[in-house]
């Protein structure tokens, strides 16, 4: 079961999310390496769901600067500065941000042209301290919700609870 990609586009979403998060831990189970979980993480989440975009930028100087990691897609911007475009500000507000329509989202960075909506969660290690931000990037117009929100936020969980 643990060496599956689930395809969980037909499954109800509180219930893929469920089933997502239980998969994630277990491949996980044992690992202490953040660039593996990061590079598990986009793998799993991204084919479950059929996303445009999946992966991390992760903080490489503290307040100021985010850099791309493992993620599945097609190119991604390298660097982001922190306050800049959806990934910045969910960064720099250590908050999730939920974006329906990217057009309407001041200062979005676009990376691919088919990106419609979007949704940045903060990724907090095991002292609280901002690692990095997940992006999860959608070519459907308002793809995510509250459920996603919690689903992911659950599922980035992971690095302030492991070990
Ligand atoms: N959408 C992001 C930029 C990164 S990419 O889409 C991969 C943003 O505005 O923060």
């Known amino acids: 079961m643990a060496e599956l990609t689930l395809d969980l586009r037909d499954v109800d979403k509180a219930q893929a999310y469920d089933e997502l998060h239980q998969h994630v831990f277990a491949v996980l189970d044992g690992v202490d390496d953040d660039i ?5 993480i986009s793998a799993l989440v991204h084919h479950a769901f059929g996303h445009l975009w999946t992966g991390f930028y992760r ?3 503290p307040g100021r600067l985010l850099r791309v990691g493992p993620y599945q897609g097609t190119l991604g911007c390298l660097d ?6 959806v990934c910045g500000t969910a960064a720099a507000e250590r908050r999730t941000v939920v974006v329906e329509d990217v057009h309407a989202f001041p200062g979005h960075i676009t990376c691919d042209a088919r990106s ?5 969660v903060p990724v907090f290690g095991r002292d609280g301290e901002l690692l990095a931000v997940l992006d999860v990037d959608s070519a459907e117009p308002a793809a995510f919700d509250d459920r ?5 936020e659950r599922i980035v969980g992971w690095f302030a609870g492991r070990g």
């Open 36 to 40: 593996a979980a990061m590079a598990t």
């Open 59 to 61: 903080v490489v100087e």
């Open 80 to 85: 982001i500065a922190i306050g800049r475009g």
């Open 116 to 120: 419609a909506s979007e949704i940045v």
């Open 148 to 152: 996603d929100r919690e689903g992911l």
